[in-house]
């Protein structure tokens, strides 16, 4: 490695420890230290030195949730296509780690992830010992890429994108990524827009290919899900409010207070992003006039003056199919948005805010196929909600739709595998 890199590398690490350390407290009073972080910082125990050693190891990288769920095909593949490896996932965040842990379970060694200090990567690549590491949108680690490319191991990132909100950011700092990018033998990205943003990042153009997202691939056919699971009963009409955030809450239940006194069976059901935010939002149901009824309570039939709020994960896919209307969150009072194919599966309406930054190519996707209804702000989502219960032929036409655009865009893990293949050690 060149002296000019070797000293930038440890910059960086300087850096990086630096911002450890001053966002610890930050880290303390957001309630977000956990106990992975040990395992993080590189202090692996003595089983998970073991464990891995006997095998051959894929290494698969998520962030959180969405990701996790995203790789499945690509486990899926991996395991029929490899059988005589391990696949080792880690994740990043609270949420992820606890869903990988549950979903694969059977099928994969699951891990937290490194930060990415030095000492810190090199005891986890020493451990997991992987013929290959994939990694799931475009998460950029330069200490654990330089780790990885010194051991002769292939890396790939899968599902690569690069949002709007992201893009200046990497532009700002692409000349200290160059190398870091100059270790990645595929980039399998998204769209065409991902892959020509990550060559004006300077990734080598003859590595970079489109592939698709994934996230249409890897939302099974939906199956009905019980309504009395719910506190539900086949007569009520749900308006679902999924992945939401601080602001939105309060939005929904002023709108299901406006429709529910002409709709007797309209419910409503609150599925906060963050379960850790339960109480908060029972707050807020109870000071909008309902009583908040916890899913974890295992309740009764949900009368109409109570509120269901879902305070753990796992439960959206069940409750999208009892969907009358699915507001997807994260894109009226905060940017980002969230993923949208999931309610589409089940052919259901969709109301989604303006702000569906992170995933922007889904999102055009389905406004060009006229597949879900995008508001700019509280009073716009009033009015299509209320349009979508009210006109069960224009609710029933925007879900299938949508359906018929999931349909459209799959294909993407098998495109995925066959450049993995490419590069996978034999």
Do not use: C
Request: glycine letters at 8%.
């Amino acid at each position: 490695m060149p002296e000019i890199e070797k000293s930038m590398m440890v910059l960086y690490d300087f850096a990086f420890a630096l911002s450890m350390v001053l966002y610890l407290p930050i880290l303390m009073l957001r309630d977000k230290w956990h106990s992975g972080f040990r395992e993080r910082l590189g202090f692996i125990s003595q089983e998970m030195m073991e464990t891995p050693a006997a095998t051959r190891n894929i290494w698969v990288h998520a962030v959180s949730v969405g990701e996790a769920a995203a790789v499945e095909g690509i486990i899926t593949g991996l395991r029929r296509d490899y059988p005589g490896h391990r696949i080792v996932l880690t994740v990043t965040t609270k949420t992820g780690h606890s869903f990988a842990r549950q979903k694969y379970r059977d099928i994969a060694l699951v891990l937290w992830s490194p930060l990415d200090l030095s000492i810190a990567a090199g005891k986890f690549v020493r451990a997991i010992r992987p013929v290959i590491y994939i990694v799931a949108e475009t998460e950029l680690w330069p200490n654990l890429f330089l780790r990885l490319s010194q051991d002769r191991v292939p890396i790939v990132i899968v599902n690569g994108r690069i949002s709007d909100r992201a893009f200046p950011r990497y532009r700002f700092v692409r000349k200290l990524l160059q190398n870091t990018l100059r270790r990645v033998k595929i980039f399998a990205m998204q769209s065409r827009l991902d892959a020509e943003r990550i060559i004006e990042m300077k990734a080598d153009a003859d590595r970079v290919h489109v592939t698709g997202n994934l996230k249409f691939d890897n939302v099974p056919e939906g199956v009905a899900a019980a309504p009395s699971d719910y506190g539900l009963d086949s007569e009520h009409r749900v308006l679902l409010g999924a992945s939401t955030h601080p602001g939105e809450e309060d939005i929904l239940l002023d709108i299901f207070q406006s429709l529910k006194s002409t709709d007797p069976a309209l419910r409503l059901v609150l599925v906060p992003r963050h379960p850790e935010r339960a109480f908060s939002v029972a707050e807020t149901v109870r000071r909008a006039g309902f009583a908040p009824v916890l899913l974890s309570g295992n309740p009764a039939v949900i009368r109409q003056e109570e509120v269901l709020i879902v305070d753990s994960i796992g439960h959206l896919a069940a409750l999208y199919s009892l969907a009358g209307v699915a507001f997807v969150g994260k894109s009226l009072t905060v940017n980002g948005g969230h993923n949208i194919i999931e309610p589409a599966v089940f052919g259901k309406p969709i109301v989604i805010g303006p702000h569906m930054q992170n995933f922007h190519d889904i999102t055009q996707a389905f406004l060009t196929g006229n597949g879900v209804i995008q508001v700019k702000d509280a009073a716009g989502l009033k009015a299509a909600i209320k349009k979508l219960f009210e006109e069960p032929d224009t609710s029933r036409g925007l879900g299938d739709r949508a359906r018929m655009i999931v349909h459209r865009h799959r294909g993407a893990t098998e495109r995925t595998l066959d450049l993995i293949r490419g590069v996978m050690p034999q």
